[in-house]
């Protein structure tokens, strides 16, 4: 049996993808849950992007950077300076208004419908509100997006349940979300958006409801999560948490985008 401690789970799985990786940089078959991205260029580029909602002016203006595989990023700035905006954007469920945006080598306008559910695979997202669905449990929400795409249970069971583990919610995952505290519900929500091994994690003000403890306790998991070789993308206002890391920070000012490294 595997061991719930993130050290000797992902030192095993360090080894088993390495041995299975495909040309592709992607697992092989009945690899377990995460993925060593091998890729060189950036997951995602934004060249002078500019958005405006309807008619209204532009909420985001110019643009530019990239988010280099591997990286490490906050995304800061007053609240409504663009930020959730701009995480739109990077899972695609906004297209610009204007300029270049590229995501995995590929020009956005070029994303067809059909290629669009693929790509997104690749960008796991934490939504705010959580989007948890509350007649499934726990381990139910978080296997959702293999069983809509009808894998058989028993390919993935074990790689949930280690995943559930690992964001500490091994003795819950049987239980309804609305039994779940806001820590366990966004831990919950980070698991669902990692069990697909995303190249780039995409979480939105993911320590908006939760004490400063457990605040550290996710960046904890989302520093693990970049040092075993994904992207992510926080978006936040909280200080004291970008204040423990020394990652870069992109602030949104006036929809301005300032990149300090
Ligand atoms: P933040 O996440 O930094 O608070 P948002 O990206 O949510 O900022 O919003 C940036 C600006 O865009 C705000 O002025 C907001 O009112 C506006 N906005 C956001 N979503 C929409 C929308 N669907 N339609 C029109 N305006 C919007």
């Known amino acids: 049996m595997v061991k719930a401690s993130l050290g000797s789970v992902f030192a095993e799985r360090i080894l088993y993808v390495s041995l299975t990786m495909t040309d592709q ?3 092989g078959p009945g690899c377990a849950w995460f993925v060593i991205p091998v890729k060189v260029g950036a997951v995602i580029q934004f060249e002078n992007v500019g958005l405006r909602y309807g008619m209204g002016t532009e909420v985001l203006r110019d643009v530019s950077f990239q988010v280099p595989p591997r990286s490490f990023q906050f995304l800061t700035g007053p609240s409504g300076a663009g930020k959730t905006t701009l995480l739109r954007l990077l899972f695609m469920s906004l297209k610009p208004t204007r300029g270049l945006i590229s995501v995995f080598g590929k020009d956005r306008a070029r994303i067809s419908p059909r290629e669009l559910p693929l790509m997104r695979r690749r960008i796991g997202v934490v939504f705010q509100d959580f989007r948890l669905l509350d007649h499934l449990t726990t381990y139910e929400n978080v296997a959702l997006p293999l069983r809509v795409r009808g894998r058989d249970e028993a390919s993935y069971r074990q790689d949930v349940i280690e995943l559930l583990k690992w964001v ?4 819950r995952m049987h239980v309804l979300p609305p039994v779940l505290s806001g820590g366990e519900k966004q831990r919950a929500a980070i698991a669902r958006a990692l069990i697909e091994q995303p190249d780039v994690l995409l979480a939105d003000e993911p320590t ?12 904890r998991l989302f520093m693990e999560l970049n040092r075993l070789g994904t992207a992510v993308v926080i978006a936040t206002h909280d200080l004291t948490l970008m204040d423990q890391v ?6 949104l ?9």
């Open 25 to 27: 940089g992607r697992r």
């Open 168 to 171: 500490g919610l091994g003795e």
């Open 208 to 219: 908006g409801n939760v004490d400063p403890p457990l605040a550290r306790r996710l960046l």
């Open 246 to 251: 020394d990652a870069r920070r992109m602030v």
């Open 253 to 261: 000012t006036g929809g301005r985008l300032d990149i300090y490294d």
